[in-house]
């Protein structure tokens, strides 16, 4: 059974920084895409940045160099760095395992709880 645990989400400033962290279980994470979404009540859920099994590092236009995922198949751990936050960077963040060609199409079976992050201005 996939279990993912996300951990990390504060309330900061904008410019500030955060890290995000999921913890997964129940699957290889070499064999699988792991990423990061997030949603803002009213909104659909949206891609922010996956990685693996062969794919490098992908993100989404609007945090390119701001956000840096990582992956450490030793620990089944995945991170997101998360730089000079906005205001609409504000949403809950989900994190995500399945796949790789579910990823690509936005697209995951497997989830977490999410985490909130909250960027004040």
């Known amino acids: 059974q996939v279990q993912l645990v996300e951990s990390g989400g504060e309330s900061v400033q904008a410019g500030g920084s955060l890290r995000l962290a999921c913890a997964g279980s129940g699957f290889t994470y070499s064999s699988y895409c792991m990423g990061w979404f997030r949603q803002v009540p009213g909104n659909e859920r949206e891609g922010v940045a996956f990685?693996?099994?062969?794919?490098?590092?992908t993100y989404a236009d609007d945090v390119k160099g701001r956000f840096t995922i990582s992956q450490d198949n030793a620990k089944n751990t995945l991170d997101l760095q998360m730089n000079s936050l906005k205001p609409e960077d504000t949403a809950m963040y989900f994190c995500?395992?399945?796949?790789?060609?579910?990823?690509?199409?936005?697209?995951?079976?497997?989830w977490g709880q999410g985490t909130q992050v909250t960027v004040s201005s």
């Open positions: 995500a395992a399945d796949d790789c060609y579910r990823f690509i199409s936005g697209r995951s079976r497997f």
């Open positions: 990685i693996g099994n062969g794919v490098g590092a």
